[in-house]
């Protein structure tokens, strides 16, 4: 059975950095595109980063662009989000998500296999 595991959340000063990672279990990880999700008190999930089967392209949020990146280790079956410049705004529940859509996914509705999150708090 399918199984993403996230890790590394924790409570961070805005301005800090904080680094994620996702376990994937229960399929062939090099097989499915990647993602990570956030979800605010009150607000819906929103896309915050994608990257394909391979490694080779990512796409971001505008929100979150040229502070945070997205990457993947196919031989660890781990994909990973590091954050930087963190912001107050970036508080919220972190989802990683695997998507058996080809490219780089974007949209929520494409994303088959969903983690439990893990909490990311930034302090102002």
């Known amino acids: 059975q399918v199984q993403l595991v996230e890790s590394g959340g924790g409570l961070v000063q805005a301005g800090g950095s904080l680094s994620l990672s996702c376990a994937a279990s229960?399929?062939?990880?090099?097989?499915?595109?990647m993602g990570w999700f956030r979800q605010a008190p009150g607000k819906e999930r929103e896309f915050v980063a994608a990257?394909?089967?391979?490694?080779?392209?990512?796409y971001y949020a505008d929100s979150v662009k040229d502070r945070f990146t997205i990457s993947r280790d196919n031989a660890k079956n781990t994909v990973y989000l590091q954050m930087t410049s963190l912001k107050f705004e970036d508080t919220a529940v972190y989802y990683c998500?695997?998507?058996?859509?080809?490219?780089?996914?974007?949209?929520?509705?494409?994303?088959?296999?969903w983690g439990q999150g893990t909490q990311v708090t930034v302090s102002s």
């Open positions: 998500a695997g998507s058996r859509a080809g490219g780089v996914v974007h949209l929520r509705a494409y994303y088959d296999y």
């Open positions: 229960g399929y062939t990880f090099s097989n499915i595109a």
């Open positions: 990257i394909n089967r391979s490694g080779g392209s990512t």
